[in-house]
């Protein structure tokens, strides 16, 4: 039990902490009004550094000085307030390029590519659907003399439209700074080229920086829910050094602002963005160093900053340096992409299945010029795929069928050693070793499948000629899932006749079981994916049927 606190000690120990807290408003108080009469600015807001950046006065265009209204106290003239001239704005048609696969719109005040549609997609099966835009946000590239700010900002650009595009230009400190744009006649592939110009009297060191904003918006629909990327990628970063990839999630890369692409004083294979069916890549013509950061995320757009620098050294009066890049922006067609620069077929994303899965495509590409449907030519492509793999199948059939004729002298085995699992499992090897049997040769058939089905979906999946491509009847999109689940549930019947007719020997009943669950199983799976990939395994299917059919008539007069 705690002693009891004297009365008088409380008062006087509440009566001491009362003085104290005087004592230093007062201490504080006093500091203050020091501080106010020895330095009369103390409490004066300093000036907050803006982001904007004042866009810089040209050499050759003299300031025109204004009376701001005001009077010097100093010596009771007038205040002038310095004024820079209105750069002319270019007439809006100007700044529009029209051609018969895109049209390309310009933005003079920081000389940025703010639209590409792409005339030749729409965003949807119907005709009257808006064509596709491939900008998400105007696509910033602002040149400097040398440093950067966080972020790209307006500055006065003159601009001229030439024969072949546009150009930009200012002046900043002793350069002249030029941004010119080439845009294509026809298809996608242009040219942006900036320079430097000294314009000072000596010689000038020059290290500049050419900092690039880009934005991509996430897919609204989900990806496929069992195999990741289909039927709608995310937008990525495209970077590629040496050949080899680096490509990030871009809505990934915005929410992990610790992410960071680095490369030192490098030459690209190429650089930019793209989402699912179409690209923006640029091919650096030198090496140069660069950098990709985190920008921001509003309303859904990634945006990623990039900066690309170089150290031309000294610059003579009059003479010039340059940085420039040919540029994609278009849709990731194959033959078109490849003959641009042929590192770019990488961004299909075949990955390590390209060996398998770009033959496919040309193969489907070659029977779509003979019938005009790409539906038909993925049936057709399924029927040379199973006349090749027809021998596999017959040996698959032949071992099946003496495993069933063999199966009642097994079964024998397997109740005479069923106390002794490690005795019957060697006595069934050395049975089906003196009679040549291989139960193993019933997955061959299976084995070549799985790959080609992976490099299929990855082909469905990202190719741009199977994007929209109707086939008959109710599927309007081969790249898109079936809509009314039709073909998925006949699929999932037929895998269920094909399973009865394939023999199961060598099986105990909970694995039968557990065989006849699959086709369930992998309809399920099938709901998701790309109905032009659900086509290939229904025509698959039917035709494994009908071998099946026709290999166990025949075998079961000669075995």
Wanted: one cysteine or more; a neutral charge; glycine letters at 6%.
């Amino acid at each position: 039990m705690n002693p009891k606190r004297p009365e008088n000690e409380s008062a006087s120990s509440s009566t001491g902490t009362l003085i104290g807290v005087g004592l230093c408003i007062l201490l504080y108080l006093g500091w203050t009004q020091y501080l106010k009469s020895k330095y009369p600015t103390y409490n004066t807001p300093k000036p907050v550094a803006s982001e904007e950046v004042v866009a810089p006065q040209t050499a050759d265009a003299p300031q025109e000085l204004s009376v701001a209204g005001g009077v010097n106290p100093k010596n009771n003239q007038p205040v002038l307030e310095a004024k820079t001239p209105e750069i002319p704005r270019m007439p809006p048609e100007d700044l529009v390029f029209d051609t018969p696969d895109a049209r390309f719109t310009f933005n003079q005040d920081t000389a940025s590519l703010v639209s590409v549609l792409l005339k030749q997609y729409r965003e949807t099966n119907s005709p009257d659907s808006a064509f596709v835009e491939l900008l998400h946000r105007p696509l910033v590239i602002q040149p400097t003399q040398g440093g950067v700010s966080a972020k790209p900002v307006p500055v006065a650009y003159s601009g001229k439209r030439t024969e072949d595009g546009i150009s930009f230009s200012r002046t900043e400190g002793p350069w002249t700074i030029t941004q010119e744009w080439i845009v294509p006649k026809s298809g996608y592939v242009g040219k942006l080229t900036t320079s430097w110009t000294n314009i000072a009297g000596e010689s000038k060191n020059l290290a500049p920086v050419v900092l690039m904003e880009m934005g991509a918006k996430a897919p609204k629909t989900s990806s496929s829910m069992f195999i990741p990327g289909a039927p709608n990628e995310a937008p990525r970063i495209l970077t590629q050094f040496d050949g080899t990839d680096d490509f990030y999630n871009m809505d990934g890369f915005c929410k992990d602002q610790a992410k960071f692409v680095s490369i030192e004083n490098k030459k690209l294979d190429f650089f930019g963005f793209d989402h699912h069916y179409f690209a923006a890549a640029f091919v650096p013509a030198s090496s140069a160093t660069y950098k990709f950061m985190y920008s921001s995320q509003v309303n859904d757009v990634c945006s990623v900053i990039g900066t690309i620098s170089s150290d031309f050294g000294a610059i003579a009066p009059n003479q010039s340096a340059s940085m420039s890049w040919d540029f994609w922006t278009g849709p990731k067609e194959v033959e078109l992409l490849t003959a641009f620069n042929p590192h770019l077929r990488t961004t299909l994303g075949l990955g390590w299945l390209d060996m398998i899965a770009h033959p496919l495509l040309l193969a489907i590409k070659g029977f779509y010029k003979f019938t005009g449907n790409h539906g038909i030519a993925i049936i057709l492509l399924t029927l040379v795929l199973k006349i090749l793999f027809y021998p596999l199948a017959r040996q698959a059939a032949i071992s099946a069928a003496r495993m069933k004729k063999l199966n009642p002298e097994m079964t024998k085995l397997r109740e005479k050693y069923k106390a002794d699992p490690q005795k019957m499992q060697m006595e069934l090897m050395k049975f089906m070793s003196q009679n040549k049997i291989n139960p193993m040769k019933g997955c061959l058939p299976m084995l070549p499948t799985i790959p080609v089905f992976f490099a299929l979906f990855r082909v469905l999946s990202a190719s741009i000629d199977l994007r929209h491509a109707p086939f008959y009847f109710w599927i309007h999109d081969l790249s898109a899932m079936d809509p009314y689940y039709v073909s998925p549930i006949i699929l999932t019947g037929l895998m269920f006749l094909q399973q009865k007719l394939t023999p199961m020997t060598g099986m105990d009943p909970t694995q039968e079981k557990v065989m006849m669950m699959m086709p369930l199983i992998f309809g399920v799976m099938m709901i998701s994916l790309p109905s032009g990939l659900v086509l290939y395994m229904l025509t698959n299917t039917i035709v494994t049927i009908a071998q099946q059919h026709y290999l166990n008539q025949k075998l079961a007069e000669t075995i």
